[in-house]
């Protein structure tokens, strides 16, 4: 039985995975090869690695990880998680089954882009979600933003710092008075007749067309895609989930620590701000909270609870 199970391969699952192998601890990270950035062609505003491609950054995460000999790690898809008398037990696609002591999901969260033709093959390179991640390289073009939910205006604020920005509300998410005041000041556009087809050869972008047939330039457009979880591991566990702007996440302590004793959480599955290094820090976090709640079980009252 490992000491630390960590399914999820990316940013939170290595970077969780890496603390618990300089703890001395058995873990395994279940790797399924399917990240959320897979659709991105770098990653930007990670500190040391802006402008590499995501694969790159977790090829050389396996490797460093690797070098640890309590660390191991198998590719496949978690199918489930259940609890026992001692820890959990995870399935894999393909019925071989892993057992830990503790467990730390960070599974990450599945897009469900506005129904728009010309979305899809353009998701990661022109139309995008996080204006610090991807918003320096679209810069000094027409951008839009294409509202999915109340918080849209708030990303529509944001974007007039890397181009001229259109606000496109789809006749469902119009600006407050307060708003459309800040608008002004940004000089935004509102554009109140919905965006029906995005135009041009993907993934590259030449504009959008509305539903009265009218076109607007624009070389990037950015949205908030409705998030689910990506994986039913932590409603199988009975984790407690919280609604975010976008989509529900598992709801965790300040440690990552989840309502399910044993079960830590991290990454985009357990926060509404998704950003690469902020998966990366959660990851720590969890790493050293299951490390923690080892000595703690193994020394009892003798180590206060959650320091380092």
């Known amino acids: 039985m490992y000491d630390v199970i960590v399914v999820g391969g990316s940013f939170a699952g290595m970077s969780a995975a890496m603390q618990l192998a300089r703890a001395r601890q058995n873990v395994l990270v279940v790797d399924a090869g399917t990240p959320r950035n897979r659709f991105a062609d770098e990653a930007h505003g990670f500190l040391g690695q802006d402008g590499r491609a995501p694969a790159a950054i977790m090829r050389d995460a396996r490797r460093q990880l690797l070098r640890y000999p309590t660390a191991e790690i198998t590719s496949g898809e978690a199918l489930g998680a259940r609890a026992l008398g001692d820890g959990f037990a995870v399935e894999l696609a393909g019925g071989s089954e892993h057992r830990g002591k503790r467990l730390i999901l960070a599974t990450g969260v599945a897009d469900e882009l506005p129904p728009i033709p010309g979305m899809s093959e353009r998701w990661g390179a022109t139309v995008l979600h996080c204006p610090y991640c991807h918003g320096y390289e679209v810069r000094d073009h027409p951008l839009g933003v294409i509202a999915a939910h109340p918080m849209s205006a708030h990303q529509a604020l944001l974007i007039p710092d890397w181009g001229p920005t259109t606000f496109f509300t789809q006749g469902e998410f119009e600006p407050e008075p307060a708003e459309l005041e800040g608008f002004a000041a940004r000089q935004i556009t509102v554009e109140h007749t919905p965006v029906v087809e995005l135009l041009g050869s993907a993934p590259s972008l030449d504009g959008v067309r509305l539903a009265d047939g009218r076109v607007i330039e624009v070389a990037a ?28 996440h598992i709801k965790v302590d300040q440690w990552g620590a989840t309502s399910i004793a044993g079960v830590w959480a991290a990454g985009d599955a357990a926060t509404p701000m998704h950003n690469a290094t902020l998966a990366s820090a959660a990851g720590v976090l969890a790493g050293i909270g299951a490390h923690q709640a080892s000595v703690r079980a193994r020394a009892g009252a003798m180590v206060p609870d959650r320091e380092q």
């Open 221 to 248: 457009v950015f949205t908030a895609p409705r998030t689910k979880p990506a994986t039913p591991l932590a409603a199988m566990l009975g984790c407690e989930h919280e609604e975010g702007p976008t989509g529900p």
